[in-house]
């Protein structure tokens, strides 16, 4: 009877312990593959940088299914040589519900990677080098309350992955609103935007850049809105990057 009691509070235990193993991590890597993806249009981009010195293997899928119930794009299998990071481009469609899901996994591991738009920020690009410029344009007509008194206070320092080496974020310009063409009776509206210029951190190896904006309306200002900016993937000297690569053979499924 003793024994029996043991055996079975031991496949307890053991059953216990599956699912654990077969979570989804909430952080952004596995094992050393980080990924970011971006939507512009009916085009799904997906980063995926391996910063070890060996090929890994991930699993790009989605849950997301559109009207009858399929996936919005086929789970697609990427080899990443080491320190490279290699870009897979997807086309969902626009026929789904919700937001767009996207995963990468790794044997049980694996994490959800949030899908960024255009919709307020749009960088230069989501992939950049070391030590650069980078510059974010940045929609505000969507931002702008209809009382008329908003105030939005952009972050003074981007942060980094790792604590990597930070810059100061400027404000490069601002454009936008209702002008009037010279010499005549005729107004033009353009949608009010701001440009940010940032340099890069100066790394060797692998970070992900992110800042963000705090928004506030009414005369008081008590009330503020955080807002979230674009993440951007950095390299420097010690990863490669692949460069853009439809579905094809020039896609991550390369041999070493």
């Not at 939507?39 to 070890?52: C, H, I």
């Not at 009037?180 to 190896?205: F, H, S």
């Given at each position: 009877?003793?024994?029996?009691?043991?055996?079975?509070?031991?496949?307890?235990?053991?059953?216990?312990?599956?699912?654990?193993?077969?979570?989804?991590?909430?952080?952004?890597?596995?094992?050393?593959?980080?990924?970011?993806?971006?939507?512009?249009?009916?085009?799904?981009?997906?980063?995926?940088?391996?910063?070890?010195?060996?090929?890994?293997?991930?699993?790009?899928?989605?849950?997301?299914?559109?009207?009858?119930?399929?996936?919005?794009?086929?789970?697609?299998?990427?080899?990443?040589?080491?320190?490279?990071?290699?870009?897979?481009?997807?086309?969902?469609?626009?026929?789904?519900?919700?937001?767009?899901?996207?995963?990468?996994?790794?044997?049980?591991?694996?994490?959800?990677?949030?899908?960024?738009?255009?919709?307020?920020?749009?960088?230069?690009?989501?992939?950049?080098?070391?030590?650069?410029?980078?510059?974010?344009r940045v929609n505000l007509d969507n931002?702008?309350?209809?009382?008329?008194?908003?105030?939005?206070?952009?972050?003074?320092?981007?942060?980094?992955?790792?604590?990597?080496?930070?810059?100061?974020?400027?404000?490069?310009?601002?454009?936008?609103?209702?002008?009037?063409?010279?010499?005549?009776?005729?107004?033009?509206?353009?949608?009010?935007?701001?440009?940010?210029?940032?340099?890069?951190?100066?790394?060797?190896?692998?970070?992900?850049?992110?800042?963000?904006?705090?928004?506030?309306?009414?005369?008081?200002?008590?009330?503020?809105?955080?807002?979230?900016?674009?993440?951007?993937?950095?390299?420097?000297?010690?990863?490669?990057?692949?460069?853009?690569?439809?579905?094809?053979?020039?896609?991550?499924?390369?041999?070493?």
């Open positions: 009877m003793k024994r029996l009691t043991i055996a079975l509070l031991a496949a307890l235990l053991l059953i216990g312990s599956v699912p654990a193993a077969a979570q989804w991590e909430s952080y952004g890597t596995v094992t050393d593959v980080t990924a970011i993806a971006w939507l512009e249009g009916g085009t799904l981009s997906v980063a995926l940088a391996n910063s070890s010195n060996t090929r890994t293997t991930v699993t790009v899928s989605t849950n997301t299914v559109d009207s009858w119930g399929r996936p919005v794009f086929a789970s697609r299998q990427v080899s990443i040589p080491g320190r490279t990071i290699v870009l897979e481009t997807f086309y969902p469609g626009t026929y789904w519900r919700g937001e767009l899901d996207v995963r990468v996994s790794g044997g049980f591991r694996g994490f959800k990677v949030p899908v960024q738009n255009g919709d307020i920020f749009q960088p230069d690009s989501y992939i950049v080098a070391a030590n650069t410029q980078l510059n974010v931002l702008l309350d209809s009382s008329g008194q908003t105030r939005l206070v952009v972050d003074d320092y981007y942060t980094t992955q790792g604590g990597a080496q930070d810059d100061r974020i400027r404000i490069e310009s601002i454009g936008g609103g209702l002008t009037q063409v010279r010499g005549t009776n005729t107004i033009e509206y353009v949608k009010p935007y701001m440009v940010l210029r940032m340099k890069t951190p100066n790394i060797a190896g692998l970070t992900t850049l992110t800042f963000g904006m705090r928004k506030s309306e009414g005369p008081s200002n008590w009330w503020q809105e955080r807002i979230e900016g674009p993440t951007i993937l950095v390299y420097g000297r010690n990863m490669r990057f692949l460069g853009t690569s439809p579905y094809d053979d020039n896609s991550g499924r390369v041999a070493r």
